[in-house]
């Protein structure tokens, strides 16, 4: 037992060990071939005119792109709805949830079930959020419009219906599920935050706001940082809301629901892959800087 | 029992605490008015559903949501389960949902135990693309996943969704289980390995029975990570017969066009089962969704 500890040992620290490749072997075949692969193909369709039918795709360069920034009105209207959904979504839930956060901070008495009403929204699926909420807008019998008739909106809006504020409609939906999700990170923030600095700045006279805004608030910017990349991260992302929703129409179109209605509703493959390519390079702004950090962290490490 | 609370409480502190006490008192309560009408605000446009989905079409038409409901029926529920076969979509779901659950938990187990556990070249920079694949945005796999299942022979199977689940998860679950594993202190394989186990028993035996917080963690926000997934559904699936309940309730609203109770009934159905998981293991739901964000 002992010679053989022995001899084995010196063995496989001479070579190449290849037992992790041995362990990561699966995993990374499978995530080439459906992950890795696929993201490269889909900027080679981005420059060709494919139309889901053709066995070779045909190459036509850039032209899809040029298309896409100098005659497609869809194409800005679906960059301008992303950046509305982007600045909404970094600045509401972020707030909110915060501000939920700091009052379930504090041990209360049936804090748990307050706290359930907020994230329960995150275990429904988008497109039950969007039916609920498609039924709130409804614009005769839905519960909104119900409530502003009662208290003397004569023609109260059309929600879902009215070109200025579908968009806004819809992000509203989106909203009330992010800020249980915001909230959740926040809370886990708070819980890990030494409470000796708290207790030090409170004996030198702080008062409750001196204390969030000088003390908590920096202790929490690491959590902020995850909170926006991930927010920006699903704001990019937004698709089954619209989808469900408003399918694109009265001005709602968002990118990821453009690159799916022109790759498969309209067979234009090619250039559906050029609005991926957009979308994925917009990503990769944020997945580079978060992956900065995740780099900085590793190598201090 | 009159004596007994005259000597417990001396008289000083009789007249004070109440004064203090009142105070306090009356800001929690405010606390609690403020905190209660903000949940049900909140809640509303689920309670809505919930009140109309027990209620008749013509009903809400003719006397508007905030009347008096007149009766309760149950029809709406047997309708949206039977006639929308929102049974047979719940069904999918759970076909779909319970082998990516087990095949990205199995795979993902192994990625990170090897980034995790050995010194080699490629660990940081393998490490590293599971960590961006994360955040791809779906649109940008769309095309070549749906060739790829054509030419596989497996467009319009469970299979499909299976596998690209399985796939674009173990990105996060690669992530995780790694971040955790390197938590893990390497004694105890020492020991193990001078007992002269081999390194799949020490990944069998020792690693995944200490792994199992997390992954229980990570199964739980993982399984409504997939059970609600739309988008993959309605790329990888033609067959209504096939779909899981998210992409079946598309095809409920286009067929109870205009019958909001069906509508809200069927996706009150839908939501149950990720309900009835959140509620049996909140603590490993809220655990998981702060997992990956920790670090």
Redesign the interface.
């Known amino acids: 037992m002992a010679a053989a500890l022995q001899i084995k040992k010196p063995v496989v620290r001479r070579r190449i060990n290849w037992t992790p490749y041995l362990f990561l072997l699966a995993p990374l075949a499978l995530y080439f071939v459906w992950i890795i692969a696929p993201t490269f193909y889909t900027i080679y369709l981005s420059l060709t005119n494919w139309n889901g039918v053709d066995p070779v795709p045909g190459f036509v360069g850039l032209q899809n792109f040029e298309r896409l920034f100098t005659k497609d009105r869809t194409f800005s209207e679906a960059l301008l709805n992303n950046v509305r959904w982007l600045v909404v979504f970094i600045t509401i839930p972020t707030t909110l949830g915060l501000g939920l956060a700091m009052i379930f901070n504090n041990e209360m008495r049936g804090g748990r079930w307050y706290k359930i009403s907020f994230y329960s929204p995150l275990v429904m699926s988008l497109p039950v959020i969007g039916l609920i909420w498609g039924w709130v807008y409804h614009p005769r019998a839905g519960l909104l419009n119900g409530f502003l008739q009662a208290i003397g909106v004569s023609s109260p809006p059309g929600w879902l219906g009215d070109r200025e504020l579908a968009i806004w409609a819809v992000i509203i939906a989106a909203v009330w599920r992010q800020v249980g999700y915001v909230m959740v990170l926040y809370l886990a923030g708070l819980k890990n935050i030494d409470p000796s600095f708290v207790d030090a700045a409170r004996v030198d006279g702080a008062n409750r706001w001196q204390l969030f805004r000088h003390v908590v608030l920096p202790l929490l910017a690491p959590v902020t940082t995850i909170i926006v990349v991930i927010s920006i991260i699903d704001s990019l992302r937004a698709f089954d809301l619209v989808s469900i929703m408003t399918r694109g129409a009265q001005n709602t179109q968002v990118l990821a629901n453009f690159m799916y209605i022109e790759a498969f509703n309209n067979y234009r493959m090619g250039y559906g892959a050029a609005i991926a390519v957009v979308l994925f390079a917009i990503s990769l702004v944020f997945i580079g800087f978060y992956l900065s950090r995740v780099i900085r962290d590793e190598l201090e490490y | 029992m009159t004596t007994v609370a005259k000597t417990t409480t001396p008289p000083g502190t009789r007249t004070a605490a109440p004064a203090a006490g009142t105070g306090q008192m009356w800001g929690r309560a405010g606390?609690?008015v403020f905190?209660t009408v903000l949940?049900i605000i909140?809640?509303?446009?689920?309670i809505?559903?919930f009140i109309?989905s027990f209620r008749t079409m013509d009903e809400?038409?003719i006397n508007?949501?905030?009347s008096v409901p007149q009766q309760f029926t149950l029809s709406n529920f047997n309708e949206a389960w039977n006639q929308a076969r929102v049974s047979r979509y719940l069904g999918n779901s759970f076909i779909i949902t319970i082998p990516a659950l087990i095949g990205m938990l199995f795979?993902?187990s192994?990625?990170a135990?090897?980034?995790a556990?050995?010194k080699?070249k490629l660990?940081?920079p393998?490490?590293?693309?599971?960590?961006?694949?994360t955040?791809?945005?779906?649109?940008?796999?769309?095309?070549?996943?749906?060739r790829?299942t054509n030419a596989l022979n497996l467009y319009n199977t469970h299979l499909a969704l299976i596998?690209?689940h399985?796939?674009?998860q173990?990105?996060f679950c690669?992530f995780v289980l790694r971040n955790f594993m390197r938590t893990v202190p390497g004694e105890i394989f020492d020991a193990a390995r001078?007992d002269?186990a081999s390194?799949f028993r020490m990944?069998w035996q020792i690693m995944i029975p200490l792994s199992l917080p997390a992954m229980a963690a990570l199964a739980t926000l993982e399984f409504?990570w997939v059970?609600?997934?739309?988008?993959w559904a309605i790329?990888l699936l033609q067959d209504d017969t096939l779909k899981p309940?998210?992409?079946g309730?598309?095809t409920l609203?286009g067929q109870f066009n205009t019958n909001?109770p069906v509508?809200?009934a069927?996706?009150l159905i839908?939501?149950l089962p990720?309900?009835i998981?959140?509620i049996f293991l909140?603590r490993y739901?809220?655990q998981g969704?702060?997992l990956g964000?920790?670090?």
């Open positions: 606390l609690y905190l949940t909140w809640l509303l446009p689920v809505a559903a109309t809400i038409s508007g949501f905030w795979l993902s192994l990625s135990y090897a980034l556990r050995y080699f660990n940081l393998i490490y590293f693309m599971f960590v961006a694949g955040m791809l945005p779906f649109q940008i796999l769309l095309l070549p996943v749906f790829l596998i690209i399985t796939a674009f173990m990105g690669t001078v002269g390194e990944f409504t059970f609600n997934d739309y988008l790329i309940v998210t992409a309730l598309a609203r909001w509508i809200t069927g996706a839908a939501t990720t309900l998981v959140f909140q739901f809220i969704l702060t964000s920790g670090k």
